[in-house]
């Protein structure tokens, strides 16, 4: 009786395809376009992928994703504010804001139809068509951080976020990067509703800015890094925003107080219940500015 000749073992994904490679974790065959380099031998394509989710992700010292370190949050902002700038100009056909404002040569200062619909702006006075947070306009607590008066505000700020947000970016991740800049501007313009003269109308990132700015030195002391850098830069910005006319100082420094809270929230969660503690308290500052707002909005239309 004659003994068949032994057969030559075929990749498992491609029959006929001879090999003799292994995958070193479940031994099957696999052809060259299946091996995937391991620390030992090869392995087959489901054997590195069971691999992969049995791996946790890389996290920040703070439970954020890694993929901050690329800054993605940060360009999207700023993109999403040169943006609104382009459209602020665009609304403002034939008037004074030729590049969005109009001081400099439109460079500064100056509103159009598009900075008139989203700043913060209370309540319209007597005799005038109703408009404003209190008749109703809450959106403006949230669009005012992304409209500018002119290039030269939007350009400022815009590298002072450059500059800010990729740091904290990298530092806590993109989704707490993200929860800290939207609540630390509206933070700011809750502030500039509660302490503004009602009929004055307010915009910018600076609520935010502030806010970063604060949040970058609560950040550094907790790593354990030096902020002697950080701080003079601060103190130069709150001096401009006491004494240059026409700045929000309830905007801006609401905006530095939210963004200190927030930040605090996230660098001091404690480690076990780090994702629950920062998203709880995220939510009890947003609920507790909301409560102020509404208190603003009830003594507006009680007066």
């Known amino acids: 009786m004659s003994e068949s000749p032994p057969t030559t073992p075929v990749c498992y994904r491609h029959p006929g395809r001879e090999t003799y490679v292994r995958c070193t974790r479940c031994e099957r065959p696999i052809c060259p376009d299946c091996m995937r380099e391991a620390s030992v031998g090869h392995q087959c394509p489901e054997c590195v992928n069971e691999g992969r989710r049995s791996v946790r992700p890389a996290r920040t010292a703070f439970g954020g994703g890694a993929a901050g370190r690329h800054g993605y949050v940060t360009k999207t ?50 005799g005038f068509l109703p408009q404003g947070i209190a008749e109703g306009e809450w959106y403006r607590l949230i669009t005012a951080m992304f409209l500018h008066y002119g290039v030269i505000h ?23 990067f993200l929860g800290l800049y939207l609540i630390a ?33 609560v950040i550094e002391r907790k790593m354990g890094r030096d902020v002697s850098q950080v701080i003079p830069i601060l103190v130069i910005n709150l001096v401009f925003t006491l004494t240059v006319p026409g700045i929000s100082i309830p905007g801006h420094l609401g905006g530095l107080v939210i963004g200190t809270l927030m930040a605090l929230v996230l660098a001091y969660a404690p480690r076990g219940r780090r994702s629950l503690v920062q998203l709880a308290g995220g939510a009890i500052i947003v609920f507790a500015l909301i ?9 507006l239309l009680a007066g």
């Open 185 to 217: 501007g509206f933070g700011g313009n809750v502030a500039a509703y509660l302490f503004s003269d009602p009929n004055a109308a307010t915009a910018g990132a600076s609520t935010a800015i502030f806010g970063l700015f604060a949040a970058l030195i």
């Open 291 to 299: 409560g102020l707002a509404l208190i603003r909005t009830a003594q």
């Open 154 to 176: 939007l350009l400022l700020n815009m590298w002072a976020l450059w500059v800010l947000g990729r740091s904290l970016e990298a530092n806590l991740g993109p989704l707490r």
């Open 77 to 126: 902002l700023i993109a999403l504010n040169v943006l609104l700038m382009l459209l602020s100009i665009a609304s403002d056909r034939g008037g004074d804001a030729a590049v969005g404002g109009s001081g400099f040569g439109g460079l500064l200062g100056g509103g159009t139809p598009l900075t008139n619909w989203g700043a913060v702006y209370g309540m319209s006075p007597p």
